[in-house]
Protein backbone atom coordinates (compact mmCIF):
# COMPACT_ATOMS: atom_id res chain seq x y z
CA UNK A 1 0.00 0.00 0.00
CA UNK A 2 1.99 2.53 -1.39
CA UNK A 3 1.20 6.16 -0.29
CA UNK A 4 3.02 7.14 -3.81
CA UNK A 5 0.83 5.54 -6.16
CA UNK A 6 -2.46 7.94 -4.54
CA UNK A 7 -0.32 10.82 -5.05
CA UNK A 8 0.52 9.91 -8.41
CA UNK A 9 -3.26 9.20 -9.72
CA UNK A 10 -4.43 12.36 -8.04
CA UNK A 11 -1.98 14.17 -10.09
CA UNK A 12 -2.95 12.42 -12.90
CA UNK A 13 -6.32 13.01 -11.90
CA UNK A 14 -5.88 16.91 -11.44
CA UNK A 15 -4.80 16.71 -15.41
CA UNK A 16 -7.61 15.23 -16.47
CA UNK A 17 -10.27 17.38 -14.62
CA UNK A 18 -10.93 15.02 -11.19
CA UNK A 19 -10.92 17.05 -8.18
CA UNK A 20 -11.03 14.27 -5.56
CA UNK A 21 -12.55 15.79 -2.27
CA UNK A 22 -13.27 12.15 -0.26
CA UNK A 23 -10.08 9.79 -0.91
CA UNK A 24 -12.00 6.85 0.85
CA UNK A 25 -14.91 7.21 -1.54
CA UNK A 26 -12.76 7.76 -4.90
CA UNK A 27 -11.36 4.59 -3.70
CA UNK A 28 -14.70 2.39 -2.98
CA UNK A 29 -15.71 4.12 -6.76
CA UNK A 30 -14.57 0.81 -8.17
CA UNK A 31 -16.96 -1.31 -6.44
CA UNK A 32 -19.96 0.93 -7.96
CA UNK A 33 -22.45 -1.12 -9.79
CA UNK A 34 -25.34 1.96 -10.74
CA UNK A 35 -24.70 5.05 -11.66
CA UNK A 36 -27.57 7.71 -11.40
CA UNK A 37 -27.58 10.76 -13.50
CA UNK A 38 -29.23 13.79 -13.31
CA UNK A 39 -30.59 15.08 -16.43
CA UNK A 40 -30.63 18.94 -17.06
CA UNK A 41 -27.06 20.22 -17.22
CA UNK A 42 -25.58 16.44 -16.48
CA UNK A 43 -26.74 14.75 -19.28
CA UNK A 44 -28.20 17.94 -21.23
CA UNK A 45 -26.44 20.84 -21.55
CA UNK A 46 -28.87 22.66 -19.93
CA UNK A 47 -28.72 25.49 -22.65
CA UNK A 48 -32.74 26.09 -23.40
CA UNK A 49 -34.07 27.90 -26.02
CA UNK A 50 -37.66 28.92 -26.12
CA UNK A 51 -39.51 26.68 -28.58
CA UNK A 52 -43.37 27.11 -28.02
CA UNK A 53 -45.09 30.20 -26.68
CA UNK A 54 -48.85 29.89 -25.44
CA UNK A 55 -50.69 32.47 -23.89
CA UNK A 56 -53.78 32.35 -22.18
CA UNK A 57 -56.83 34.43 -21.50
CA UNK A 58 -55.91 38.63 -21.58
CA UNK A 59 -52.14 37.72 -22.71
CA UNK A 60 -50.28 37.80 -25.74
CA UNK A 61 -47.29 36.46 -26.65
CA UNK A 62 -44.81 39.06 -25.96
CA UNK A 63 -46.77 40.21 -22.52
CA UNK A 64 -46.56 36.29 -21.23
CA UNK A 65 -42.52 36.61 -21.90
CA UNK A 66 -42.25 40.04 -20.76
CA UNK A 67 -43.70 38.59 -17.14
CA UNK A 68 -41.50 35.52 -17.16
CA UNK A 69 -38.72 37.05 -18.38
CA UNK A 70 -38.77 39.22 -15.60
CA UNK A 71 -39.30 37.11 -12.98
CA UNK A 72 -36.80 34.52 -14.21
CA UNK A 73 -34.20 37.39 -14.46
CA UNK A 74 -33.05 36.32 -10.96
CA UNK A 75 -33.56 32.67 -11.00
CA UNK A 76 -29.91 30.95 -11.61
CA UNK A 77 -31.92 28.19 -13.44
CA UNK A 78 -31.11 26.95 -17.05
CA UNK A 79 -34.58 27.37 -17.86
CA UNK A 80 -34.42 30.96 -16.34
CA UNK A 81 -31.69 31.96 -18.73
CA UNK A 82 -33.33 30.15 -22.05
CA UNK A 83 -36.68 32.93 -21.16
CA UNK A 84 -34.63 35.68 -20.59
CA UNK A 85 -32.46 35.39 -23.70
CA UNK A 86 -35.61 34.81 -25.78
CA UNK A 87 -37.19 37.94 -24.70
CA UNK A 88 -33.70 39.85 -25.21
CA UNK A 89 -33.17 39.27 -28.42
CA UNK A 90 -36.74 40.18 -29.03
CA UNK A 91 -36.37 43.81 -27.79
CA UNK A 92 -39.10 43.12 -25.15
CA UNK A 93 -38.32 45.07 -21.95
CA UNK A 94 -37.44 43.82 -18.89
CA UNK A 95 -39.44 44.74 -15.74
CA UNK A 96 -38.35 45.11 -12.10
CA UNK A 97 -39.31 42.15 -9.70
CA UNK A 98 -39.57 41.79 -5.95
CA UNK A 99 -39.79 39.45 -2.81
CA UNK A 100 -37.75 36.56 -5.50
CA UNK A 101 -37.55 32.81 -4.31
CA UNK A 102 -37.31 29.89 -5.61
CA UNK A 103 -39.29 26.98 -5.00
CA UNK A 104 -36.18 23.89 -5.96
CA UNK A 105 -37.62 21.46 -7.82
CA UNK A 106 -40.78 23.13 -8.60
CA UNK A 107 -40.13 26.70 -10.36
CA UNK A 108 -40.16 30.23 -8.66
CA UNK A 109 -42.04 33.35 -7.43
CA UNK A 110 -42.00 36.91 -7.17
CA UNK A 111 -44.34 40.04 -7.35
CA UNK A 112 -44.05 42.34 -10.47
CA UNK A 113 -46.24 45.14 -10.63
CA UNK A 114 -48.34 43.79 -7.35
CA UNK A 115 -49.33 41.20 -9.14
CA UNK A 116 -47.83 37.87 -7.38
CA UNK A 117 -46.05 35.48 -10.46
CA UNK A 118 -45.44 31.88 -10.15
CA UNK A 119 -43.65 30.02 -12.78
CA UNK A 120 -43.90 26.40 -12.18
CA UNK A 121 -43.75 22.85 -13.51
CA UNK A 122 -46.63 20.86 -14.60
CA UNK A 123 -46.59 18.94 -11.82
CA UNK A 124 -47.17 21.67 -9.19
CA UNK A 125 -50.13 22.64 -11.31
CA UNK A 126 -51.82 19.02 -10.99
CA UNK A 127 -50.71 19.67 -6.57
CA UNK A 128 -52.33 22.87 -6.61
CA UNK A 129 -55.28 21.43 -8.91
CA UNK A 130 -54.83 24.20 -11.28
CA UNK A 131 -56.36 23.17 -14.77
CA UNK A 132 -54.34 23.18 -18.10
CA UNK A 133 -54.72 22.15 -21.39
CA UNK A 134 -53.09 18.42 -20.98
CA UNK A 135 -53.01 17.22 -24.49
CA UNK A 136 -50.92 20.35 -25.59
CA UNK A 137 -48.73 19.52 -22.79
CA UNK A 138 -48.47 15.80 -23.89
CA UNK A 139 -47.71 17.07 -27.30
CA UNK A 140 -44.77 19.35 -26.42
CA UNK A 141 -42.93 16.90 -23.83
CA UNK A 142 -43.67 14.04 -25.90
CA UNK A 143 -40.97 16.15 -28.42
CA UNK A 144 -38.26 16.29 -25.72
CA UNK A 145 -39.24 19.95 -24.46
CA UNK A 146 -39.99 21.48 -20.94
CA UNK A 147 -42.79 23.12 -20.19
CA UNK A 148 -43.31 25.96 -17.43
CA UNK A 149 -46.55 27.91 -16.45
CA UNK A 150 -46.83 31.28 -15.71
CA UNK A 151 -49.41 32.17 -13.16
CA UNK A 152 -50.74 36.03 -11.92
CA UNK A 153 -52.64 35.92 -8.80
CA UNK A 154 -53.42 31.98 -9.07
CA UNK A 155 -54.40 32.45 -12.70
CA UNK A 156 -52.81 30.37 -15.74
CA UNK A 157 -51.54 33.39 -18.12
CA UNK A 158 -49.75 30.68 -20.01
CA UNK A 159 -47.37 28.11 -21.07
CA UNK A 160 -43.62 27.91 -22.42
CA UNK A 161 -41.90 25.28 -23.81
CA UNK A 162 -38.49 24.79 -24.19
CA UNK A 163 -35.55 22.45 -25.86
CA UNK A 164 -32.52 21.18 -24.37
CA UNK A 165 -29.93 19.86 -26.15
CA UNK A 166 -28.48 16.33 -25.07
CA UNK A 167 -24.71 16.37 -24.50
CA UNK A 168 -22.58 14.48 -27.35
CA UNK A 169 -20.90 12.49 -24.68
CA UNK A 170 -24.19 11.07 -22.97
CA UNK A 171 -24.58 7.94 -25.07
CA UNK A 172 -20.77 6.87 -25.11
CA UNK A 173 -21.30 7.38 -21.31
CA UNK A 174 -24.05 5.19 -21.25
CA UNK A 175 -22.51 2.71 -23.17
CA UNK A 176 -19.40 2.45 -21.65
CA UNK A 177 -20.96 2.08 -17.90
CA UNK A 178 -23.00 -0.66 -19.57
CA UNK A 179 -19.90 -2.00 -20.68
CA UNK A 180 -18.46 -2.28 -17.21
CA UNK A 181 -21.73 -4.37 -16.36
CA UNK A 182 -23.05 -0.90 -14.45
CA UNK A 183 -26.81 0.04 -13.84
CA UNK A 184 -27.42 3.44 -15.65
CA UNK A 185 -30.79 5.84 -14.16
CA UNK A 186 -32.18 8.72 -14.81
CA UNK A 187 -33.29 11.01 -11.56
CA UNK A 188 -34.85 13.86 -12.81
CA UNK A 189 -37.45 17.01 -11.56
CA UNK A 190 -38.57 17.37 -14.90
CA UNK A 191 -41.89 15.65 -16.65
CA UNK A 192 -41.75 12.20 -17.22
CA UNK A 193 -42.46 12.44 -20.98
CA UNK A 194 -39.32 14.72 -21.16
CA UNK A 195 -37.11 12.48 -19.25
CA UNK A 196 -38.30 9.74 -21.07
CA UNK A 197 -37.71 11.23 -24.55
CA UNK A 198 -34.24 11.84 -23.59
CA UNK A 199 -33.54 8.43 -21.94
CA UNK A 200 -34.53 6.67 -24.81
CA UNK A 201 -32.03 8.51 -26.75
CA UNK A 202 -28.71 7.88 -24.65
CA UNK A 203 -29.67 4.25 -23.69
CA UNK A 204 -30.98 4.44 -20.23
CA UNK A 205 -32.01 1.47 -17.78
CA UNK A 206 -34.30 3.70 -15.22
CA UNK A 207 -36.09 6.77 -15.55
CA UNK A 208 -37.48 8.12 -11.77
CA UNK A 209 -39.07 11.86 -12.86
CA UNK A 210 -41.18 14.77 -11.42
CA UNK A 211 -39.29 13.87 -8.30
CA UNK A 212 -38.55 16.85 -5.88
CA UNK A 213 -34.43 17.21 -4.55
CA UNK A 214 -35.49 15.91 -1.01
CA UNK A 215 -36.93 12.95 -3.06
CA UNK A 216 -34.15 12.43 -5.24
CA UNK A 217 -31.86 11.42 -1.66
CA UNK A 218 -34.72 8.67 -0.96
CA UNK A 219 -34.22 7.46 -4.28
CA UNK A 220 -30.44 6.98 -3.56
CA UNK A 221 -31.32 5.26 -0.37
CA UNK A 222 -34.26 3.03 -1.67
CA UNK A 223 -31.47 1.89 -4.37
CA UNK A 224 -28.93 1.32 -1.65
CA UNK A 225 -31.55 -0.98 0.10
CA UNK A 226 -31.21 -3.09 -2.62
CA UNK A 227 -27.63 -3.95 -1.52
CA UNK A 228 -26.53 -1.73 -4.30
CA UNK A 229 -23.12 0.52 -4.39
CA UNK A 230 -24.97 3.55 -5.31
CA UNK A 231 -22.91 6.80 -7.47
CA UNK A 232 -24.88 9.88 -7.86
CA UNK A 233 -24.06 12.59 -10.79
CA UNK A 234 -25.80 16.12 -10.96
CA UNK A 235 -25.00 19.66 -11.29
CA UNK A 236 -27.68 21.53 -9.56
CA UNK A 237 -28.66 22.60 -5.73
CA UNK A 238 -31.57 19.99 -6.60
CA UNK A 239 -29.17 17.25 -6.55
CA UNK A 240 -27.38 18.10 -3.16
CA UNK A 241 -29.31 15.66 -1.12
CA UNK A 242 -28.57 13.11 -3.61
CA UNK A 243 -24.96 13.67 -3.93
CA UNK A 244 -24.75 13.73 -0.27
CA UNK A 245 -26.05 10.61 0.30
CA UNK A 246 -24.73 7.92 -2.57
CA UNK A 247 -22.01 6.01 -1.89
CA UNK A 248 -19.67 8.50 -4.55
CA UNK A 249 -21.54 11.99 -5.54
CA UNK A 250 -20.24 13.22 -7.98
CA UNK A 251 -20.72 17.17 -9.11
CA UNK A 252 -20.33 17.60 -12.77
CA UNK A 253 -19.21 20.58 -14.63
CA UNK A 254 -19.21 24.22 -13.03
CA UNK A 255 -22.52 23.52 -11.36
CA UNK A 256 -23.45 25.33 -8.65
CA UNK A 257 -21.76 25.74 -5.27
CA UNK A 258 -23.99 23.92 -3.27
CA UNK A 259 -23.69 20.45 -5.51
CA UNK A 260 -20.13 20.68 -5.23
CA UNK A 261 -19.95 21.13 -1.40
CA UNK A 262 -21.95 17.68 -1.56
CA UNK A 263 -19.84 15.71 -3.36
CA UNK A 264 -16.71 13.44 -2.96
CA UNK A 265 -15.35 14.30 -6.58
CA UNK A 266 -16.19 17.49 -9.05
CA UNK A 267 -15.53 16.80 -12.91
CA UNK A 268 -14.01 20.02 -13.98
CA UNK A 269 -15.29 19.38 -17.21
CA UNK A 270 -18.94 18.87 -18.02
CA UNK A 271 -18.44 15.64 -19.78
CA UNK A 272 -20.29 12.54 -18.89
CA UNK A 273 -17.65 10.70 -19.87
CA UNK A 274 -15.59 11.13 -17.13
CA UNK A 275 -17.69 9.67 -14.65
CA UNK A 276 -15.88 6.90 -16.73
CA UNK A 277 -12.69 7.52 -16.85
CA UNK A 278 -12.92 8.03 -13.04
CA UNK A 279 -13.65 4.89 -12.04
CA UNK A 280 -11.18 3.47 -14.24
CA UNK A 281 -8.71 5.63 -12.30
CA UNK A 282 -10.21 4.35 -9.02
CA UNK A 283 -9.68 0.88 -10.14
CA UNK A 284 -6.17 1.62 -12.07
CA UNK A 285 -4.81 3.06 -8.39
CA UNK A 286 -6.17 1.17 -5.97
CA UNK A 287 -5.31 -2.43 -7.73
CA UNK A 288 -1.62 -1.24 -7.55
CA UNK A 289 -1.48 -1.21 -4.20
CA UNK A 290 -2.77 -4.28 -2.82
P1 LIG B 1 -33.73 18.69 -13.12
O1 LIG B 1 -33.80 17.56 -12.14
O2 LIG B 1 -34.01 18.21 -14.51
O3 LIG B 1 -32.41 19.41 -13.03
P2 LIG B 1 -35.19 20.71 -11.57
O4 LIG B 1 -35.38 19.92 -10.30
O5 LIG B 1 -34.16 21.78 -11.53
O6 LIG B 1 -34.91 19.71 -12.82
O7 LIG B 1 -36.56 21.38 -11.97
C1 LIG B 1 -37.75 20.62 -12.06
C2 LIG B 1 -38.82 21.40 -12.72
O8 LIG B 1 -39.17 22.54 -11.93
C3 LIG B 1 -38.45 21.98 -14.09
O9 LIG B 1 -38.60 21.05 -15.12
C4 LIG B 1 -39.43 23.13 -14.18
O10 LIG B 1 -40.69 22.67 -14.58
C5 LIG B 1 -39.53 23.63 -12.75
N1 LIG B 1 -38.58 24.76 -12.51
C6 LIG B 1 -37.46 24.75 -11.77
N2 LIG B 1 -36.85 25.94 -11.77
C7 LIG B 1 -37.58 26.74 -12.59
C8 LIG B 1 -37.48 28.10 -13.03
N3 LIG B 1 -36.50 28.92 -12.67
N4 LIG B 1 -38.43 28.55 -13.87
C9 LIG B 1 -39.43 27.75 -14.26
N5 LIG B 1 -39.59 26.47 -13.89
C10 LIG B 1 -38.69 25.98 -13.06
MG1 LIG C 1 -29.33 19.54 -13.23
Known sequence: A???????????????????RNRINFENARRVDTVVFDKTGTLTKGEFGVTDILPENDYDQNKLIQLAASLEQQSEHP????????????????KKANDFQAKTGEGIEGN???????????????KQQIDYDDDTLKQLSDQGKTVVSVLVDGT?????????IIKDEAKEA????????IEVVMLTGDHERVAHWVADKIGIDQVYAEVLPDEKADYIKSIQQQSKRVAMTGDGINDAPALATADIGIAIGAGTDVAMESADIVLVQSNPNDVVSLFNLSRQTYRKMV
Open 2 to 20: SPLVVAVSTSLSAKQGLLI
Open 79 to 94: LAQGIVSYAQSNNITI
Open 112 to 126: INGQHIDIVSPNYLD
Open 156 to 164: LAGMIALAD
Open 174 to 181: VEQLHAHG
